[in-house]
Every structure is written in structure tokens, then in C-alpha cells.
């Protein structure tokens, strides 16, 4: 049995009109993206400033990278049209994660449909890649239920 949360109150950094959002913040990106999958339910809270038309109008999309998987991931990420910048300390050295991972902050400019840009990035039902966690999420039947509210 795997263990299971019944709900999940959180934060986004960018949230479009039909409920896709991006989660910035933070460096537990991995981490997170395992709870939120563990939880019945997700309540995302935001103000009116979090709002955007679409996706990566404001904020990049962050993608956690195993560094064994690194330099493939960059590639990957590139040839779906991301301006890739690795996260930095505060001192100027790479950011790394609770896991030991790097995040790459991903910059797609504006998307237009977060869905097919989604199904477009590596998950768990797909075999292209298993060494990288992001955080767009989206309430498509696609996608597991993460988001069931955005309160603002």
C-alpha cells in the first residue's frame, strides 16, 4: 500500500485561465511533484498577480535534473525550443537540490497550449526519459488530478 495524503494546500508562481500552472519556487521540485501525486487532493492558493493568459508569459518552467542525466536532458530541452539557465546559489555556484540534482529554469516564452507541451515532456507513463522532474501541471484527463481548486 502506498501512502497517501488527503489533501495538499500549495502555491504557484503562473496560473492560465483554464488551471495550468507553473511551480517555481522552491528547490524540492522532485520531492513535491512525489507528494502531490501521493495526495487525494491539491488546493492551489494565488492572488490575482499570478494570473497570466498563458503559461511562461512571467516565469520559466524549472526541471529537475539528475546529473547523471544531465547533458541529455539539455539537448531534449533545447530540441522542444527551451532557452535553458541551471539555477544559481546565492553566492553565484549551481543550486542544488535536497536530492543533490540541478534545476534548469526553462524558458519557452509564452505556451500557447500547456497540454500538448506537456504530453511533449518526459513523464512517468512515458520511456523517453525517467531522470527529470518539472513542475507544469495540468487539470487535462491527461495528467493525474493534481489540481482540483485555484483559490484566489
Excluded at 496560473?15 to 495550468?20: K, R
Excluded at 501521493?38 to 546529473?67: F, N, W
Excluded at 497540454?115 to 527529470?132: I, V
Amino acid at each position: 500500500m502506498h501512502p497517501t495524503l488527503d489533501l495538499l494546500i500549495d502555491s504557484a508562481d503562473e496560473v492560465d485561465p483554464v488551471l495550468n500552472l507553473i511551480k517555481r519556487g522552491g528547490g524540492a521540485l522532485l520531492c513535491e511533484k512525489i507528494v502531490a501525486q501521493a495526495s487525494c487532493r491539491e488546493i492551489i492558493v494565488v492572488d490575482d498577480s499570478k494570473l497570466t493568459p498563458r503559461l511562461g508569459s512571467r516565469v520559466p518552467l524549472p526541471v529537475e535534473v539528475l546529473l547523471f542525466g544531465l547533458h541529455p536532458q539539455q539537448l531534449y530541452l533545447e530540441s522542444l525550443g527551451a532557452h535553458i539557465t541551471a539555477r544559481q546559489s546565492g553566492d553565484g555556484t549551481h543550486f542544488y537540490t535536497d536530492q543533490g540534482n540541478l534545476i534548469l529554469d526553462c524558458q519557452f516564452g509564452p505556451i500557447e497550449e500547456a497540454a500538448p507541451r506537456w504530453k511533449s515532456l518526459p513523464n512517468r507513463e512515458s520511456n523517453e526519459s525517467k531522470d527529470c522532474a518539472y513542475r507544469l501541471f495540468s487539470p487535462s484527463p491527461f495528467t493525474c488530478p493534481l489540481l482540483d481548486t485555484v483559490i484566489q
